[in-house]
Every structure is written in structure tokens, then in C-alpha cells.
């Protein structure tokens, strides 16, 4: 554990014991300080924070300013059961909660970590990973999801809530400028149109040019360039009627390179002998800092997304009727060198489109938040459809391929809260649903009059529960616990290397876990100081992970599969202190095990030695396999832990306030790969962010300047071991986080 770690676990522990010992003379201050209520909709409905029987983090407009949070991806910073991880191909990002998400890349996987935004679920996560600015909260609820969100929450969910139109006439603008060359901007108008249509339309614009150099032609790269609209309307003809209309437009470009970490002398591009890294390198320098490369096709896409949405409330008098319908398409260009060099005899690249569309119903029926009997209820559909068209070549790793893959579900849920007596309280839920999943692959490398298309179709039905109480001990004391289940649908793995074995084997089973948690919601010194902790344990069957076979000839494809039994246990806790109202603080902490306790087949990694150690022959193949029982799963850190502060005082000699934020994340170790490749651990990191600005006393200006990686702590947000490319032992590539380096700015805000 380093000391920046144990700096901010004594910190937050001297705080913690200053307001239960001390109560007498915080007492005295108690009446002037104002705590205000945290509103979630985590279970459909709009509830206190504290009522919320269910391990949820909230995290709010000014907490996503104090972490710096600009990207989807910045969420790592803020939320302790969160790992986030990037890839060179947005489609490949892969999201976590307590240690499990979907580590997979073919085109129709579902996720394990649900992604909603205003009452709409993402059937793209890639579509998530945008600038995230006017933003009026997030909710992260952990554990299983299924009964109310359906199919791919089998870990959790992210809820990310937009604000609403105002009641009257505002403005906004955000501009940010860093030292290295980062531009954002956003604005944002709302008020009445008439007495009963309101609305709020943001834009937003990025530009980061990245902190990767390609040395071959002079130009930076991992970096993004982005712009988003959002147009929010709400319309109230009635007391007892209101419509929304989400309109959603996003248009962006990534570029995106691994840096060199590792590659010995000996490490022939492609086993020839004419191309050792000291040509092929070009001067760059393999090393833990390293931030440049040398290629000359380069990692990037290009991609657009459409969304529109409509809600429809009415309140029958009691319960309220709900309808909301969506409508999305997804578009993406990415282009790969993966020859990872500028030889030009050895020239391969790697292209693709790919494409999504979907449409959602819901129908739901919810009932007024008071009363002994409190209910949800609802149907919902969809119909998602993924293409995708990939090319790689010409000199090897030859591919050439089209597929898509539909899904069609259609389900009915339920949950209902009962107060058996007075205090407690039952919960039970249950969801019920059927999908059918289809798909078909075209092999264009297959020539006639050889077999080069397969297509298929199947039928699946789920059932999902969740049952458990809880009981309010005190009024600012409510203990709760629950068994839940969960659902991910199967999946045919549609990519390089499908053909008549695949085909003929069918679907990936279905992922299923079962999940128990006993937990608290708790409050002392007048709402002031909240502390909410979990207890823990999931256990996954047939968990879906994706590992890698390496062909004789160095290719690596790769491969969906289930693993037999995965586990996730341990403890989480969110916890805020309002010192007065000035000064506020907040402590989150994770601690995980995950481990994976069968899974006997599993693929060796890339620099394994078939035949030695640990990796076996696997028969009638030329690769080899390892029993990964026991081990650890990847992506899923022991520890993790953030802790946030931010002080607004006013300055006395001006009419201005001077508003201190600090956020602080500890990550421990972990391993980015599957298969325990020794090569692909990130050692444990701390990131501490400062930043420190005035801001009048109405809240309409404000100045702000910050720095991201205080202590330049470097970091990779993803691994890669490349050696059986290169036949070389631990030929480790990574990908730099935007924040690799210590890097600062100014933000200007302003409101009218």
C-alpha cells in the first residue's frame, strides 16, 4: 500500500472520527449547516438516495467538475467498483463493475455492465465513450440489474441523467484550455417556449491531439476530436400528462496508437532476420515512458451516432403510465497498422465498418411513492441489428469477411415493495423474457466451390429474480439484504477464423449469476456525515471472456468462449462528510476478490511455449491450453479507492468565492489479460487531481485552473503482449491514458 493511499484512508478516518466523537462541538453548528436530499431514479423511480435498498453511487454535476471528468472513460476516476478500459478500436472498450465485464470482441456480444441514458439503454457501449459534459448526474448501481434493466446488467449499471429544462430563461458556456493543446467547449440555452413547452439544447466541441508522437510523419496521435448536440423538450398540456422529446447527434474521430514498452534485440518483425527492432524501431526507444511510435498507417476510426427518444407520463390518478420509445444508429470507420512498423515490404493494415441500429419499446406502470404497497411493473422490446465488413492484409494475417448479427427480446417485469409491519419491509421481483438471435458470416478468403457462408438462427427464455428485506432501524438507519440473479444472452462469435467448427457448435451458452448482499444506509450529525456499506458475493456460470489463439504462421485470432465459474466477493462503502457548509469530503472504497474457481481449457498466452510449464498441448490443434482455475480474473484491482474534497469559501476583500477541489483515485495491481500473462500487469497507481478558482457569489462566473497527475504517475489504461508476433519473449505494447503525463489548464464558465 503506498503513502499516498495511507494518507487519504487516515485523513478520511480522522474525519470520520472527529464527527462521532466530537459530536458536541460540531452539534452547536449543526443547525447552520444544509444538507440537501440526493434524488435517484436507480429502481424507476424517483426515490431518496438513503431509501435506496441497493448499493448505489451517486455522483453529481460538481463532483464530475472536482475529477475533471470530461470523457466516459474519466468515470475511473470517481467510482471504486469501476474499471474502465479503452482500446485502439472503440468497439473493443470494455466496461466493469466489481471485476466483470464484457472482455470480448465479436460484433454481437452483449455487455455485462448496462449502460442507460434518460430512461434509454445503450445496446452499444461504444456509443457511452463521448464527451460527457452537461451532465446532471450519474448513478452507478452495483450487483445484478436484470429484473428491472434487463439482459446485459449482469454486474451492474451505469444511469446517466441529463438536466432538465429550465423554468426560465438561461445560458451557459464552458471553455477549457490545457498546456498540452487540449480545447474544449460547450454551451447550453433553456427555458419556456410557451407556458407548456420547455426545452434545453447543448452542444459540445473537443480536441485533444494526443500525447503519443509518430515519428514517422511528425504527428501526434491517441488523441480525439468530437462534437455533440442534445436537444431536450418537454411538453405539459396538463396536470396530469407531460411528454419528452431526446434528441441526440454525435460526430467524432479518434486516433489511437500502442507505445512500445518492452521488445528485446533479438525480436524479428515477423521472424526475419532483415528486420530486427533496431530498423524497424526507427529510434524509438522501448521503454516504461515511452510516448513515441513509428508507423505509417496508424490506429484510428471515424464515427457518428443518430438517437431519438419520446416519453410519455400520465398520471392515472394514483399509479402513473409510462411509455417511452427509442430510436439509435451507429456508425463507425476504423483502420489498424498491424505490422506496427513503416516497413514497406511488410505492409499489412486492417479496416472496417461497422454498424448498429436499434429500436426500444417500454410500457410501464408505477405507483405512487407512499402507501404500505409500492410496485413497478412493465413490458418492454427491442430489436437491435449489428454489421460489420473487415479486412486485413495483404501479407498475412489475410482476412476478409461480412457478418451481422440481429436480436429481438421481448420481456415483462415486475417488482413490488410491501411494509409487512412497521419498519420492514419485503421486496420481490421478477422478470420474464424470450430473445431470438440470428446471424450470418460471409468468408470472402473461401473460394468457390468450397463453403464459404454460414447463417443461423436461435431461441432462448430467461427468468431473473430478486428477493430481500430491509428494515429501518432508526430514521437515519436502514439495513437491508437481497439474493438476485442475472442474465447475459448467448452470443454466436462472429470474427476472424468463424467457420464450419463454429457454425456447427452454435451459440456461446448464456452467462447467469447469482448474487447475495447485506448492506446499510446510514446518517449521523443531522444528515451531515453518510456512510454506506456493502457486503458482497456473485458467482458467475458460464462467465463469456474472450482469449486469443496463436496460429502457426503468428496470426492471432481471437476467440469467445465461457469460462466454467467465476466469483466476485468483498466490501464497498460510500461515504460523504458535509464539515460545514463550505467544506464537504466524500471517501469510496472497493476491496475485491475475484477469482476464477473453474476454468480448465483455458488458452495459454501469447509467449507460452506449447509442451512447457503450465501451457499443454491442446489435441488436434497446434496451440495449447492452461488450467486457470484459482486464478485471479483480469481488469479486477484487490483494492480501489477515491476520495474527493472540494472547500468554496468567500474571500471577504471581494464579492467573490474561492472554490478548492481535490480528487484523489488508488488503483491497485492488475492484469489486463485473461490469461495471467505476466507481461500484461499494471502495477498499483494514485492520481491526484488539484484545482483552485474564484467564482461570484451568484454563481453566474467562474475561473478555474487545475492539475490532472499532480505527481506525473504513469499509467496504462491497457496492455498487450504481442511476443508470439514477434517469436520473442514479452513484446509488450500499451496504451497511454490521456492523463499519462501531469498536465494543467484554465476553465472559464459562465452563466446567465
Known amino acids: 500500500m503506498n503513502k499516498a493511499f495511507k494518507a487519504t484512508i487516515l485523513s478520511s478516518s480522522i474525519l470520520t472520527s472527529l464527527a462521532l466523537v466530537g459530536q458536541a462541538p460540531l452539534a452547536a453548528a449543526e443547525a447552520d449547516v444544509t444538507v440537501e436530499e440526493v434524488i435517484v431514479t436507480a429502481q424507476k423511480r424517483q426515490q431518496n438516495l438513503q431509501e435506496v435498498p441497493l448499493a448505489v453511487q451517486v455522483i453529481g454535476a460538481d463532483k464530475l467538475a472536482a475529477a475533471g471528468v470530461v470523457n466516459f472513460d474519466d468515470f475511473n476516476r470517481i467510482s471504486p467498483s469501476l474499471v474502465i478500459r479503452t482500446d485502439v478500436q472503440p468497439i473493443n472498450s470494455t466496461v466493469a463493475i466489481r471485476g466483470i465485464g464484457t472482455f470480448a470482441f465479436g460484433i454481437g456480444v452483449e455487455p455485462s455492465v448496462a449502460v442507460v441514458v434518460d430512461d434509454v439503454p445503450l445496446a452499444f457501449q461504444a456509443r457511452a465513450f463521448t464527451n460527457m459534459a452537461d451532465i446532471a448526474r450519474v448513478e452507478v448501481l452495483n450487483g445484478p440489474q436484470s429484473t428491472l434493466y434487463g439482459k446485459s446488467a449482469t454486474a451492474g449499471l451505469i444511469n446517466i441523467v441529463t438536466p432538465n429544462p429550465s423554468s426560465s430563461w438561461t445560458a451557459e458556456t464552458h471553455l477549457t484550455a490545457t498546456n498540452d493543446l487540449e480545447k474544449d467547449a460547450s454551451a447550453s440555452i433553456s427555458g419556456p417556449l410557451t407556458d407548456t413547452l420547455a426545452f434545453r439544447v447543448s452542444t459540445i466541441y473537443s480536441d485533444f ?81 515511452n510516448q513515441n511510435t513509428y508507423d505509417n498507417f496508424g490506429i484510428g476510426s471515424r464515427y457518428n451516432d443518430a438517437g431519438e427518444s419520446l416519453k410519455l407520463s400520465y398520471d392515472l390518478g394514483g399509479p402513473t403510465l409510462i411509455a417511452i420509445g427509442s430510436h439509435d444508429r451507429y456508425f463507425l470507420y476504423d483502420h489498424q497498422d498491424v505490422d506496427y512498423t513503416a516497413v514497406a515490404a511488410l505492409d499489412d493494415r486492417q479496416t472496417g465498418v461497422f454498424r448498429v441500429e436499434q429500436w ?60 409487512v409491519i412497521d419498519k420492514l419491509t419485503l421486496t420481490a421481483g421478477v422478470r420474464l423474457g424470450q430473445e431470438r438471435i440470428n446471424y450470418f458470416f460471409n468468408d470472402h478468403t473461401v473460394a468457390a466451390p468450397a463453403v464459404n457462408y454460414w447463417s443461423g438462427v436461435n431461441n432462448e427464455h430467461y427468468a431473473t429474480y430478486k428477493v430481500g428485506p430491509e428494515y429501518q432501524l432508526t430514521d437515519d438507519i436502514m439495513l437491508y439484504g437481497f439474493h438476485a440473479t442475472g442474465h447475459k444472452g448467448e452470443t454466436y462469435d462472429l470474427g476472424t477464423g468463424f467457420g464450419a467448427a463454429k457454425a456447427a457448435a452454435g451459440p456461446v451458452h448464456p452467462e447467469t449469476d447469482s448474487d447475495y448482499e447485506l448492506g446499510a444506509k446510514m446518517q449521523f450529525l443531522s444528515h451531515r456525515l453518510t456512510v454506506n456499506p456493502t457486503l458482497f458475493t456473485t458467482t458467475y456460470q458460464n462467465f463469456q471472456a474472450q482469449g486469443s489463439q496463436i496460429l502457426p504462421n503468428g496470426t492471432t485470432n481471437f476467440q469467445l468462449t465461457n469460462v466454467g465459474q467465476v466469483r466476485t466477493r468483498g466490501f464497498q462503502t460510500e461515504d460523504s462528510f458535509k464539515i460545514d457548509n463550505d467544506w464537504s469530503v466524500g471517501l ?165
Open 209 to 289: 491531439p494526443g500525447n503519443v508522437k509518430d515519428l514517422y510523419n511528425d504527428t501526434r496521435s491517441d488523441g480525439s476530436l468530437t462534437s455533440s448536440s442534445h436537444g431536450k423538450f418537454i411538453w405539459t398540456p396538463s396536470a396530469d400528462f407531460d411528454a419528452e422529446l431526446n434528441l441526440n447527434y454525435t460526430n467524432g474521430r479518434t486516433t489511437n496508437d500502442y507505445v512500445w514498452v518492452n521488445l528485446p534485440a533479438n525480436a524479428d518483425l515477423r521472424g526475419n532476420k532483415l528486420y530486427p527492432p533496431s530498423v524497424f524501431l526507427n529510434g524509438v526507444v522501448p521503454s516504461h515512458t
Open 360 to 419: 426500444t419499446e417500454e410500457l410501464r406502470l408505477v405507483s405512487p411513492s407512499t402507501g404500505p404497497l409500492r410496485y413497478t411493473a412493465g413490458l418492454f422490446n427491442s430489436e437491435v441489428e449489428y454489421q460489420r465488413d473487415f479486412a486485413r492484409g495483404p501479407y498475412f494475417s489475410i482476412a476478409r469477411w461480412t457478418a451481422a448479427d440481429g436480436s429481438r427480446q421481448l420481456a415483462g417485469y415486475g417488482q413490488v415493495d410491501y411494509d
Open 588 to 752: 469510496s472504497a472497493t476491496y475485491l476478490d475475484a477469482t476464477i474457481l473453474s476454468y480448465p481449457n483455458g488458452q495459454c498466452y501469447a509467449t507460452q511455449i506449447v509442451g512447457v510449464g503450465d501451457c499443454v498441448p491442446t489435441k488436434g490443434s497446434s496451440s495449447g491450453h492452461q488450467d486457470l482455475s484459482g486464478t485471479r480474473l483480469n481488469d479486477a484491482p484487490k483494492w480501489k479507492v477515491t476520495s474527493d474534497s472540494t472547500y468554496i469559501h468567500p474571500l471577504g476583500f471581494l464579492p467573490l468565492d474561492g472554490v478548492y477541489r481535490a480528487n484523489y483515485t488508488y488503483t491497485g495491481k492488475v492484469n489486463y489479460t485473461i490469461t495471467q500473462d505476466p507481461g500484461t500487469i499494471q502495477k498499483a497507481y494514485g492520481i491526484l487531481n488539484l484545482s483552485a478558482g474564484l467564482r461570484d457569489q451568484k454563481n453566474r462566473y467562474e475561473i478555474t485552473f487545475f492539475v490532472n497527475n499532480v505527481f506525473n504517475k504513469h499509467y496504462y489504461e491497457n496492455i498487450a503482449d504481442i511476443g508470439g508476433t514477434f517469436a520473442s519473449q514479452n513484446a509488450i505494447q500499451a496504451q497511454l491514458p490521456r492523463d499519462f503525463d501531469t498536465f494543467g489548464g484554465v476553465t472559464l464558465s459562465a452563466k446567465f
